[in-house]
């Protein structure tokens, strides 16, 4: 199988480590990955801000990239649920506006064979038990896209269960939006802030050191107002804590 990383904008500038961890999780579970060089944005941020025709050749150049793999793994779930959910979309509406089906021809061969990470570890390569070891109380909070868009479901907690050494703990609102939504958090700053909090009081009151999600958009919004708050919990992508090993937290 020839699998694909893609990285995404937002941990290609800011959480770079989380790619690396990634990569070395899925190397331990015998999976060679490619690294196309070529990738870029996916178009979530144009799309989504309503310049739908200017998401279009970024759409055209990921279905370029990617095409060739037969499976693309994305530690982001909003970015994997651009491709999954709305690439279809855009390819249906270009049809209904009378620019044929040339779009939804040229994106299709992605659409099924895009991952998010967590999804790829219990569907694809059918395991649960990844052999990580993470002795610390930690708290999940399922993101919008992962839990709304491409129905996660329990994967991650499953994931997270079978760490060794690691306690979970129960997220009081854990269904409810951090706030964060990309430029909702922009147009809407009081109420993204007050979410913010909501979510942060929360995470402190289960008494967790770690509160780990599997998209970096949303723990950027939630570690910021932790930051500010000046609260004893971190957060922590889902793949660092997956590619930790006892060796290392010995």
Do not use: W
């Not at 990569?23 to 690294?35: A, I, N, P, Q, S």
């Not at 219990?122 to 052999?131: A, E, I, N, R, S």
């Not at 402190?204 to 599997?214: D, K, M, Q, Y």
């Amino acid at each position: 199988m020839r699998v694909a990383l893609f990285l995404t904008c937002v941990n290609d500038t800011l959480y770079p480590d989380t790619g690396k961890q990634v990569l070395k999780l899925l190397t331990r579970l015998g999976v060679e990955v490619d690294f196309p060089a070529a990738q870029t944005c996916c178009g979530q941020a144009h799309y989504n801000t309503g310049y739908r025709h200017e998401a279009e050749p970024l759409a055209r150049h990921f279905s370029d990239v990617f095409g060739e793999f037969d499976a693309i793994v994305t530690p982001s779930g909003s970015c994997g649920a651009m491709v999954r959910e709305l690439y279809p979309r855009m390819g249906e509406r270009a049809r209904a506006e009378g620019r044929g089906g040339e779009l939804a021809a040229a994106l299709a061969p992605v659409v099924p064979k895009t991952y998010e990470l967590t999804e790829f570890l219990v569907d694809v390569l059918g395991v649960t038990d990844v052999g990580a070891h993470y002795p610390h109380r930690v708290t999940y909070h399922p993101t919008c896209h992962g839990l709304r868009s491409l129905g996660l479901g329990d994967r991650p907690r499953r994931l997270l269960e079978a760490v060794g050494g690691l306690e979970l703990l129960e997220l009081p609102g854990a269904e409810e939006c951090c706030g964060f939504g990309g430029t909702f958090s922009v147009k809407n700053p009081d109420v993204s802030a007050a979410m913010g909090e909501d979510k942060v009081r929360n995470a402190v009151s289960t008494g967790a050191e770690v509160l780990c999600a599997a998209d970096n958009s949303c723990l950027m919004h939630i570690g910021g107002t932790m930051s500010r708050l000046r609260v004893g919990v971190r957060p922590v992508h889902i793949a660092e804590i997956l590619a930790s090993t006892e060796r290392e937290t010995a």
